[in-house]
Every structure is written in C-alpha cells, then in structure tokens.
C-alpha cells in the first residue's frame, strides 16, 4: 500500500471528497484506487477563517510500483510495516504463574500480554472490580464519603479510568498502536486507531477494562479484586512471594509492579524491604475551569459552533521569571472537575470527560514544576510527604470536609480571597469553599501561576477569564518517585520488576500500557509459557 500524507479536507466536506483528494494526489484514475483505511486524522485551526482536517491514508492501489517511480511527491511513500510481533520465548521452567500487582494500564497491558502468550498471570488489586468502584466513587462524589481502597486512585482501570481517557503520548514506539488496537477489540471507538488526539472518555474506559478482565481471564490468567499487596517476600535478594492482605502467601519468582502513583503506603514497604528508590521530580498546581464555548470560540472562531469539529482542547505552557515552568495538562474538554482523594484528610482534584464531551466546562490542570531541592530532605519518599503536606493543607482550606478550596481568577491575581462566585460554575463534588489558595500552595507555586495566567491569555483568548474557577490542589501529575530497574527492567532484587506510572517509567494511559508491554516482554524472554497456546 501507499502511504498518502497531507490531504486537507474543509470541515464541511465529507469522504467523498477525501476519496477524490486521494486520488488527485496520486494522479490516478478513480478504477486504480481499489481502497484506503485512514491512518491520522487531525486538525488544522491556524487559519481560523479556514479550518481543515488533515489526513494520512494507506492506499491499495494498481499499479503500486509505476505510481511509486513516477511520483515526486515527498508525502506519497511505501506503507511501513507496523506490526506488533510477540517476542521469543525463554526456555527457563517458570514454577509458579507471575504476579502483577496493580490493574492501571501497565498492569492490565502486562497481564493481558503475559495471558496472550501463555503463562496465566495473576492480577491482584487492591480496590474493587470497576463496577463496585464506581459505586464508591460516585458515594464520595455526592456524600464525601471516603472509601480509602476503593477511589478515583484504586481499583480496576487505575486513576486514569476516571479520567478524560486521552490517549496521547510523546514516546515513539511501535507497542503503541498494539495498545490502541487491543482497546478496539475491547470495545473502544475504532477511531482512536487514527485520530491525533485520541480519547475513550470514562464511560467507554470502565467497559473497556472490564473487556479486557474477562479476556485475561479467558486465556487463563486470574484477577482478584481486594486483593491488597502487603509484602514483597525476599529470600537472597530474590523474590520468592507476596504477602496479600490476609490471606497468606502467595509463591512466585516474578512479579510486576504497577502499582500506580498514589500507592504510598506500598512505597513505604518497598523502602523497609531496601528496594532502589529515588526522588523525582514532578508538578502541582490546581484545575483552572472555563466555559467550552469560551474555548471554542478561542480556538475555532466563526466555526466554533460546527459539530464535525467537537469541544476545544489547548495546550499551554510559560516559562516565569523566577525560572519555573507553568504548563496546562491533562486538559478536559466539556469535562468536570473531580475529587481524587485516596487518603483521608487530604484533598486532591483531576479533571474528567466522557466520550461526548458535552458538558458546559472546560477544564484542565495548571501545574508548576517542583524538584527534589524543594523537598528539603535527602529521604527517597520525600515527594511523597511534599504531596501530602499540601493536599492536608487543602483539606482544611476547604473546610474539612472534602470540599475543595476554590478562588476566582480576578481574585488570584489580586492576591484576595474569593466571597462570591461568577458565571463560571465550578464542577468539583462534594462542593467547594471560597477562599485564597496561597493557604494551600507553596508561594513560587501560586507567584509562577499568577505570571502564566496572564501571559496564557495572549495564546488562548479569555484564559485569564475573571470568572475563571481555579480549584485546588493537583498532586498527582505523575509519581513523586523512580524505582531503579536495571537493563532486564528488575529493581534490585531480583524478579521484581517496576513498571508504569508508579514506578517512574511513564506518563499517561499508553506510555504506562506500553511500559507494561515492555515487562511482560522482558518476563517471556527468561521463561517459558507455563501452558501452549
């Protein structure tokens, strides 16, 4: 086939018109394209008076090799081969089923691939199946009612199964699209295969990971739901089993650990046990919410309102003068704001969107940088108390109570607490409590935050909206650590193997799906399958 770059379509034309771009582009006649399959789809907004999408396909022609020789086309080239091919496997007996601890995207990634080829993983999780989890979520969301196991942080899916489901990456690497393409046959939109941006959205992510539980469990392996990991069981530096709640020892050689980013009770473990840990640095900030119309009209102008091009995203960044970073991430078009706390007395906010994005707010996270000479400790979990310090602190801001502290924009940059709020409703539940958030942020936080915002609204009309509903506090942007894992991808002790966002190897839903992919990888290659498929 024939890769086929930069077609522009109008936002008001349809595939047939992408058919007849297609074959202007290879200068054919209609009868030699026998069929095309879209490979990236996005958008061009620069020009806001002539907005287009933009296509690469993969073309299945006549006449491949003349068409190949005549063209001078540099975006007309042979479709690469991007098959995702299962390794090797060992030869070393495996005397017990691999463990993997943790059922975010690097430990269901880790479990469906080690399930794939053979060797009948089990999943252990410490929270819930995601049926019961939403339940106790949506008890907080309403009550504030705090289910420390069972949160928008642990159970089935991971912190990102409440989440927008964005599934970009930076990372380059052909496991990428294996990823995308297991949570089609799980049940997502086929479009996320080819969309620049792709997203799943909360509603189509819980019903892809009970999909793809059910298909672990079809190929042999096993999951279990309030299954807590409390010990690593080492003898001469080896991993032998794990200790799991009350219920005893489990014996295994290997195990996975995808603990996500706010298991810190497991962290404190992993140091008792003398596992290789060290700081890292990370980000925090708040959720800064605006109307989508806003956004839209901001990014799209005139054509704000046309449905082919869907809710707005942005994505901004300012470098300050007192040399810290301020960046927008995670951004939630037509999304809300929602409580993300997994520990009691403590607040932490992140953003959400189902697959419509369709509800009257944007929202996206504002976070600054903070590094280890911010920690002012040596101690490798240092982070992790930086992290608990504030969201304690915003906890009492808040009333106590699980409400989130809140300020307005024109109020932040006063330096004044917010008494009233403006036509921006904020979306966090339980509710939230008007206040100024300098009582819940270090000062070079809140001073990078106050330059950003107004020097934001120069790249995204109406950012420094006075209205504006800032909402606090975002900790948990990534992992607050790196578990060292050497060349094989072990910690030091041997079979233990970090993986994913916890572990410090990832950023998001693929990168740590990928990262999954990588350990399972890494296992096959030292053992055999326990059983042939």
Same mark, same amino acid.
């Given at each position: 086939?024939?890769?086929?770059?930069?077609?522009?379509?109008?936002?008001?034309?349809?595939?047939?018109?992408?058919?007849?771009?297609?074959?202007?582009?290879?200068?054919?006649?209609?009868?030699?394209?026998?069929?095309?399959?879209?490979?990236?789809?996005?958008?061009?907004?620069?020009?806001?008076?002539? @907005?287009?999408?933009?296509?690469? *396909?993969?073309?299945?022609?006549?006449?491949?090799?003349?068409?190949?020789?005549?063209?001078?086309?540099?975006?007309?080239?042979?479709?690469?081969?991007?098959?995702?091919?299962?390794?090797?496997?060992?030869?070393?007996?495996?005397?017990?089923?691999?463990?993997?601890?943790?059922?975010?995207?690097?430990?269901?990634?880790?479990?469906?691939?080690?399930?794939?080829?053979?060797?009948?993983?089990?999943?252990?999780?410490?929270?819930?199946?995601?049926?019961?989890?939403?339940?106790?979520?949506?008890?907080?969301?309403?009550?504030?009612?705090?289910?420390?196991?069972?949160? *928008?942080?642990?159970?089935?899916?991971?912190?990102?199964?409440?989440?927008?489901?964005?599934?970009?990456?930076?990372?380059?690497?052909?496991?990428?699209?294996?990823?995308?393409?297991?949570?089609?046959?799980?049940?997502?939109?086929?479009?996320?295969?080819?969309?620049?941006?792709?997203?799943?959205?909360?509603?189509? !992510?819980?019903?892809?990971?009970?999909?793809?539980?059910?298909?672990?469990?079809?190929?042999?392996?096993?999951?279990?739901?309030?299954?807590?990991?409390?010990?690593? @069981?080492?003898?001469?530096?080896?991993?032998?089993?794990?200790?799991?709640?009350?219920?005893?020892?489990? /014996?295994?050689?290997?195990?996975?650990?995808?603990?996500?980013?706010?298991?810190?009770?497991?962290?404190?473990?992993?140091?008792?046990?003398?596992?290789?840990?060290?700081?890292?640095?990370?980000?925090?900030?708040?959720?800064?919410?605006?109307?989508?119309?806003?956004?839209?009209?901001?990014?799209?102008?005139?054509?704000?309102?046309? /449905?082919? !091009?869907?809710?707005?995203?942005?994505?901004?960044?300012?470098?300050?003068?007192?040399?810290?970073?301020?960046?927008?991430?995670?951004?939630?078009?037509?999304?809300?704001?929602?409580?993300?706390?997994?520990?009691?007395?403590?607040?932490?906010?992140?953003?959400?969107?189902?697959?419509?994005?369709?509800?009257?707010?944007?929202?996206?996270?504002? !976070?600054?940088?903070?590094?280890?000479?911010?920690?002012?400790?040596?101690?490798?979990?240092?982070?992790?108390?930086?992290?608990?310090?504030?969201?304690?602190?915003?906890?009492?801001?808040?009333?106590?109570?699980?409400?989130?502290?809140?300020?307005?924009?024109?109020?932040?940059?006063?330096?004044?607490?917010?008494?009233?709020?403006?036509?921006?409703?904020?979306?966090?539940? /339980?509710?939230?409590?008007?206040?100024?958030?300098?009582?819940?942020?270090?000062?070079?936080?809140?001073?990078?935050?106050?330059?950003?915002?107004?020097?934001?609204?120069?790249?995204?009309?109406?950012?420094?909206?006075?209205?504006?509903?800032?909402?606090?506090?975002?900790?948990?942007?990534?992992?607050?650590?790196? @578990?060292?894992?050497?060349?094989?991808?072990?910690?030091?002790?041997?079979?233990?193997?970090?993986?994913?966002?916890?572990?410090?190897?990832?950023?998001?839903? @693929?990168?740590?799906?990928?990262?999954?992919?990588?350990?399972?990888?890494?296992?096959?290659?030292?053992?055999?399958?326990?059983?042939?498929?």
């Amino acid at each position: 086939m024939l890769r086929v770059a930069e077609i522009k379509v109008p936002i008001d034309k349809d595939e047939v018109y992408l058919k007849m771009e297609i074959i202007k582009k290879l200068k054919i006649k209609e009868n030699d394209l026998i069929s095309y399959r879209i490979f990236k789809k996005s958008i061009d907004a620069r020009k806001k008076d002539k @907005i287009q999408f933009v296509y690469t *396909v993969d073309a299945e022609v006549k006449n491949y090799n003349k068409i190949l020789e005549k063209t001078k086309d540099p975006h007309i080239m042979p479709t690469p081969k991007l098959t995702y091919q299962m390794i090797e496997t060992g030869t070393k007996k495996m005397t017990n089923p691999p463990i993997v601890v943790g059922t975010g995207p690097a430990g269901l990634f880790a479990g469906l691939i080690l399930a794939r080829m053979g060797y009948c993983p089990i999943l252990l999780e410490r929270g819930k199946s995601v049926e019961e989890r939403s339940k106790d979520v949506d008890l907080f969301w309403r009550k504030g009612v705090l289910n420390p196991e069972s949160n *928008v942080q642990f159970g089935e899916g991971g912190a990102g199964t409440f989440s927008d489901g964005k599934l970009t990456t930076q990372i380059k690497d052909l496991r990428c699209k294996k990823v995308l393409e297991e949570l089609v046959e799980a049940g997502a939109p086929e479009e996320i295969i080819y969309y620049s941006k792709p997203h799943v959205g909360t509603d189509h !992510l819980r019903r892809v990971v009970k999909n793809i539980r059910e298909t672990i469990i079809a190929l042999g392996g096993q999951v279990k739901f309030e299954s807590k990991v409390t010990d690593i @069981i080492v003898e001469n530096g080896k991993v032998t089993g794990v200790q799991v709640n009350k219920q005893g020892i489990i /014996p295994t050689e290997t195990v996975v650990l995808a603990v996500g980013h706010s298991a810190r009770d497991t962290f404190e473990m992993l140091h008792e046990k003398e596992v290789g840990i060290q700081q890292k640095a990370f980000s925090i900030g708040v959720r800064i919410e605006h109307p989508q119309g806003m956004v839209n009209k901001s990014q799209y102008g005139t054509a704000a309102e046309n /449905p082919a !091009l869907g809710a707005a995203d942005y994505k901004l960044s300012y470098h300050a003068k007192n040399g810290r970073s301020a960046y927008t991430f995670c951004m939630c078009p037509g999304g809300q704001v929602v409580a993300a706390a997994s520990e009691e007395g403590r607040v932490v906010t992140n953003g959400m969107s189902y697959y419509a994005r369709n509800l009257e707010n944007a929202n996206s996270a504002l !976070l600054v940088g903070v590094t280890p000479e911010d920690f002012n400790s040596d101690h490798p979990l240092a982070g992790v108390y930086f992290q608990q310090k504030w969201e304690e602190e915003a906890f009492k801001a808040g009333g106590s109570n699980y409400y989130a502290p809140v300020q307005l924009v024109k109020d932040f940059l006063k330096d004044i607490p917010s008494t009233q709020l403006g036509i921006v409703k904020p979306s966090y539940t /339980p509710g939230v409590h008007l206040t100024d958030l300098r009582n819940c942020l270090p000062n070079y936080v809140t001073d990078t935050m106050k330059e950003a915002i107004v020097a934001l609204d120069g790249k995204l009309k109406g950012f420094a909206m006075e209205d504006a509903v800032m909402t606090g506090v975002e900790t948990r942007s990534s992992s607050p650590i790196r @578990i060292i894992r050497n060349e094989s991808l072990e910690s030091n002790i041997q079979g233990l193997y970090p993986s994913g966002e916890g572990a410090g190897y990832a950023g998001g839903i @693929i990168s740590a799906a990928v990262d999954g992919i990588k350990v399972a990888e890494a296992i096959a290659k030292n053992f055999s399958p326990i059983k042939k498929n």
